[in-house]
């Protein structure tokens, strides 16, 4: 509440109170404010809040904020990971339109669900992940709860970690998603960084990141992008992950997987789950948190999974009892609009083939314009320079290689839009946009150092 007051000591500037209140009893709280040479001043209530700072913007959604302020008509959202059409729209997908509709059919209510979330998206997910007849599901040795979507589900493992293993470290590549620090940050679990990227090769620094694993602490969390690496794009061999493998198992550390991406890295869901599925294999304890919000478009339904592939049913059942434990005091329950999305199209074999059809039709539209950009690079550039890199890179980004001053080049001069560490999220991009894509990247790339 402000409330007005003369003042009659013209001072310009000063904070202070008026001569008339000096002596006069003073409420802390309140603070009186001049303004100019005119003669009034303003007391306003001095907030609780005063020590509150000022939080810098996400790296990531800041990106869109500033996008959405250009009004330049070239300007390109390359910053956030959602998929566009060829004319750069957002896509709501024909099978979770159909999905909806039958949930309006079946006039479904809207009753709070169980702490662990839909019973047939839980059975559905697991499935997706480790294949309907994984021999791991029919001996219930996955703990699954529905979560908010990958952030949500990641968080939920993050206070599992903590409660349970503390003191253990979550070792994460470098670089990695820009959320995942704060994620463990927030679950007061401690991290380190396992190299990942070598900007020699703008590829996998493999002897770096088995090195850096090898040297953890013996039962550490090692987190590990199941598919489409973001915000590389850099994903291992399959001969790599075995090797992999080889070394968690030797130093007793815990894989948890995190499967943003499955089916949109390769078109396929099954090829983007082998990495998941070879260490499940292998008969070790494996977390995974799952996401929807790419694979079918469900970005603002929040629906993902946690799961922690257990040695034994009994230790599954008690690990997810441990999982709703968590859950139920930070939001009691998940949402269920998302829940039946995909558990409608995953339960419905017609539903199910035309999404995979959908989602293959996606991942090609990336693939084809991941190829015009470094046709469009090679043909361009005229010293030669080998930009094959970004072919042999899979999934929705492409990392340029570009530094931080290049990268504010790309957002300054050309009105491009992308995050700080060179990463383009070509899911943002059409084919008639690579051509000055490609002229800008040249720009910033041989014109600022
Ligand atoms: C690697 C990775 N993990 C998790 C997520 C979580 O996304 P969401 O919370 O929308 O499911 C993302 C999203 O970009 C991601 O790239």
């Known amino acids: 509440m402000a409330s007005m007051m003369l003042n009659l000591g013209a001072n310009p500037t000063t904070t202070s109170l008026p001569k008339t209140f000096v002596g ?15 003669s009034m001043s303003i007391a306003v209530k001095a907030s609780r809040f005063e020590g509150v700072t000022m939080a810098p913007a996400d790296p990531i959604l800041g990106v869109s904020e500033a996008f959405k302020a250009d009004t330049d008509p070239m300007k390109l959202n390359l910053g956030v990971g959602a998929y566009r059409t060829e004319e750069l729209q957002p896509k709501v997908l024909d099978v979770v339109k159909k999905a909806e509709s039958l949930m309006l059919e079946r006039g479904e209510n809207k009753e709070y669900l169980p702490i662990e979330g839909l019973a047939a998206f839980n059975k559905a997910t ?54 995942h620090k704060n994620i463990f940050n927030d679950s007061r ?27 953890a602490p013996e039962g550490s969390f090692v987190l590990l992008h ?61 977390f995974v948190a799952q996401s929807y919000s790419k694979n079918l478009g469900l970005y603002a339904e929040r629906i993902g999974a946690i799961n922690v592939i257990c040695s034994s049913p009994d230790v599954a059942t008690r690990v997810k009892s441990q999982l709703k434990r968590i859950a139920r005091p930070m939001y009691s329950n998940p949402p269920v609009h998302g829940a039946r999305i995909v558990a409608n199209v995953v339960g419905d074999p017609t539903l199910f083939n035309e999404w995979k059809v959908e989602m293959e039709a996606m991942a090609g539209r990336i693939k084809n314009v991941r190829q015009k950009l470094y046709d469009s690079l090679s ?12 072919l042999k890179q899979i999934g929705m980004f492409s990392f340029t290689g570009l530094n931080k001053e290049q990268s504010d080049n790309m957002t300054d001069k050309w009105h491009i839009f992308m995050t700080k560490d060179g990463r383009i999220s070509l899911a943002g991009l059409s084919l008639a946009k690579c051509e000055y894509l490609a002229d800008a990247i040249l720009d910033s790339f041989y014109h600022v150092s």
């Open 226 to 286: 199941g598919c489409a690496h973001n915000p590389t794009g850099i994903d291992p061999t399959p001969e790599q992950w075995e090797k992999i493998a080889d070394v968690i198992e030797e130093k007793n550390h815990i894989p948890f997987f995190d499967v943003a991406y499955q089916g949109f890295a390769s078109g396929s869901l099954d090829q983007d789950a082998s990495s998941v599925r070879l260490f499940a294999a292998r008969g070790m304890e494996v």
């Open 24 to 38: 006069a009893k003073v409420n802390p709280l309140i603070k009186v404010q001049s303004f100019g040479r005119v």
């Open 126 to 179: 697991a499935e997706l992940l480790l294949g309907a007849d994984n021999p791991i599901l029919q001996q219930g040795r996955v703990a699954t709860i529905q979560g908010l979507s990958g952030t949500g589900s990641l968080r939920l493992a993050g206070a599992f970690i903590e409660r349970y293993f503390p003191g253990a470290k979550v070792l994460i590549s470098s670089p990695t998603w820009g959320n």
């Open 379 to 390: 043909v361009k550039d005229k010293t030669g320079k080998d930009w094959s890199f970004i």
């Open 189 to 215: 679990v401690p991290w380190s960084e396992y190299r990942y990227y070598d900007p020699k090769t703008v590829g996998l620094d493999f002897d770096g990141m088995i090195a850096d694993i090898k040297a």
